[in-house]
C-alpha cells in the first residue's frame, strides 16, 4: 500500500486513517476534543471524490446507529463523538456489544481530562469495559492514526465492536504522519438478515452475553503489555496508558534515569491479558499511570500505587510536572509537588454575539427569574447572570419543567422561568423535554437561540440548516409539531422586540394550563457568516464612567479605560446591544 507525507492535527489523521482503511459510512455529532474528525473526513472525501457516507448526525445515539447497521451488512464503519456524547450512545453501545458486528465498526470516543471542554472529565474506557469491547489508547497522534487498522482487524477477527479512545493531546496535537494513501475501497457488503443477532428476543440474550464473553476472553489472551523502557532490575515499574504514557517517556529520558524504572505500555486497556501481574511481581513497587480513570488499576490483582490509594491525584489533568513529581517521589526524592496551574481569564461570548443580546432582552423581560441553561457556546450566558444551571445536552428544557413542577409541588411561588437551548441542542435532546412539557401544562418560557450553526464545537452545520441535497428541518415546524401554540421568531439585535415577545411569552405561559411558550431569537453566528460589521461604537459626553455597559454585558470590545469606556475598533461589530446597556444614553452606533 502506498504511503504519504503529511503534518496533520491527530484528529486530521484519525479522519484520514479512517478512509484509508476503507469506512464506507462515518457519522458524527460535534463535541471537543473530537469534533474535527468527522469535519476532516468531508474534506478529505470531497478532495478524493469518495463514495462514502460522512454524516452529522441529530445525536451521537442516531449516529451510532446508522454506522452500526452499515457493519451488520459487512461494510466498515465508524461513529465519532466526545466522550459525554457516548453516555446519549450508551444504549445502542451495551446491545451492539451482543449483536456483534460483520464489517468492522470503531467507535472513536475522545476523552477531555482537564477538562478543559466538557461538563465532567468521565474515561469513556470505563464505558468499553462496562459493554465488555476491546479499546485502544493511543499515546500519540500517530499511534492513534496506526490503532484505527488495528481497531478495524480487531474488530472484524472478534465481530465486536472496537473503541478507540484518543484524548484532547491527541485530538490537537501536531505531527509528521506516515499513512497509508486513501484510496476508494469497495466492501463485500450483502444483505443477509441475521435475526439470531440482531433481533434475539430478551429469553435469547443470555446466549449473545455468553458469545460476547467468549470473544472478551479471546482478545484478551491475544493482548500484549510490552516493556519498552528500561529492565527488570529496576525498584520502580510504571504501567502507563495513553499520553500520560508519553509524558513519562519523556520524563525518564530526560531526567536520565532508565536504569531505576521500568516501564510497560498498554496499548489496549480493556480486556487486559490474563496473568498480566506475573510480569510485575518481581518489583519493589508499581505504579499504574493512565487518565482520566483508574481502568487499568482496578484491574490489577495485585497491591499498586496509582489513583486508588492517593499517590496520584484522583481529578485533572497529568502534565510531564505532575509525572517528574511522582516518579522522584516513589524513587525517594523530596520534591513538592507542583502546583495546578492558576485560571486564566474566563471565557466571553464574542462581541457582536447575538447571544448576548438575546440574554439581555431575557434578564430584562424576565427579572428575577429562574434560568435553566444548555450546553453549547450560550452556556456562557451565566456571566450575564441569566443561566443558572446547565447539566447535560437538552437538560435546560426538561430542568424548566422540573423547576415548575418542584415548585408547584412544594406550594412556593413560581418565578418566571426562562430557559434557553442552541438550534442545535434543541434538535439533538430539547424535544422529547418539549413534548413532556407540552403534555404536562407546563409553564415557562423557552428561548431557541438559533445561530444557524453548531458554533462552539467548530461551527458544523445542523438539521435546520441543512446541506446541498439536503432538506433542513423547520425548528418552528418541530416546536409547533410538540404541540406548543404559542411561538415567536424574533431577531435578537432587535432588543426591544425581543423582550416585549418574552413579556408576552410569560404571560401566555403563566395563563391557567397554557404550557410552554416558545420565542426563536434568530441571527446566524457572525463568525460563521462574515457579515460585515453594521458600524462602530462611539461614547459621547453623557458617560459618567460607571462601566455598567464593559462590567453587565462583557463585550470584548469593549473595555474599562481612564474615566470611560474603550472601543476596540478592530473587534466592535456595531450590534448596539450596549445601547441598551448604557444608563445615560452614553452610547451610539456610527458608521465606520
Ligand atoms: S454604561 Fe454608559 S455611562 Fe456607564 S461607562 Fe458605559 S457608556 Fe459610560
Ligand atoms: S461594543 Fe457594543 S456594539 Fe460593539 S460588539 Fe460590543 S456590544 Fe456590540
Known sequence: MAKVKKVLM?????????????????????????SEILASARKFKAEKGLEVWAEWAVNEKVAFEIALTNSWIGGRSAVMMKQVGLNVALDPLMSAAYAGVKGGFVVVSADDPGPYSSQTEQDSRFLAMFAKIPVLDPATPQEAAEMVRRAFELSERHQIPVMLRPTSWICHGRQGFELEEIVQRRQPISLQKDPAHWAAPPRQRFRLHGELNRKVKEVARANTVELLLGDEGADLAVI?????????????????????????????????????????????????????????ELQL??????????????????????????????????RERPSRPKEGHR???CPGCPHRAAFWALKEALPGGIYPGDIGCYTLGMNLGVVDSFLCMGASVSQAEGFWIALRQAGLPIPP??????????????????????HNRASFVLMILDNGTTAMTGRQPTLATGEEGKRPVSIEEVVRGCGVEFIRVVDPYDVETTIQALKEADRFARGEGKGPAVVIARRPCPLLFREESRGVVRINDNCTGCMTCVHDLECPALEEGDGIPVVLEDLCRGCGVCVHVCPVG???????
Open 586 to 592: 452614553a452610547i451610539e452606533v456610527v458608521q465606520r
Open 240 to 296: 502507563a496508558s495513553g499520553v500520560p504514557f508519553a509524558h513519562l517517556h519523556d520524563v525518564i529520558k530526560g531526567m536520565g534515569i532508565e536504569d531505576r524504572v521500568a516501564v510497560y505500555k498498554v496499548d489496549m486497556p480493556f480486556p487486559l491479558p490474563p496473568g498480566i501481574e506475573s510480569s510485575l511481581e518481581g518489583y519493589a513497587e508499581v505504579l499504574v499511570l493512565e487518565e482520566p480513570g483508574a481502568v487499568v
Open 347 to 349: 471565557p466571553r461570548l
Open 301 to 334: 490483582r495485585m497491591p499498586v500505587r496509582g489513583r486508588l490509594d492517593g499517590t496520584l491525584p484522583s481529578e485533572g489533568e497529568y502534565t510531564p510536572e505532575l509525572v517528574a513529581d511522582v516518579l522522584l517521589r516513589l524513587l525517594g526524592s523530596q
Open 417 to 438: 422561568i426562562g430557559a434557553t437551548i442552541g438550534d442545535s441542542t434543541f434538535l439533538h435532546a430539547g424535544v422529547p423535554a418539549l413534548m413532556d412539557a407540552v
Open 10 to 34: 491527530g484528529n486530521e489523521a484519525i479522519a484520514w486513517a479512517l478512509l484509508a482503511q476503507g469506512a464506507t459510512v462515518l457519522t458524527s455529532y460535534p463535541g471537543t476534543p473530537a
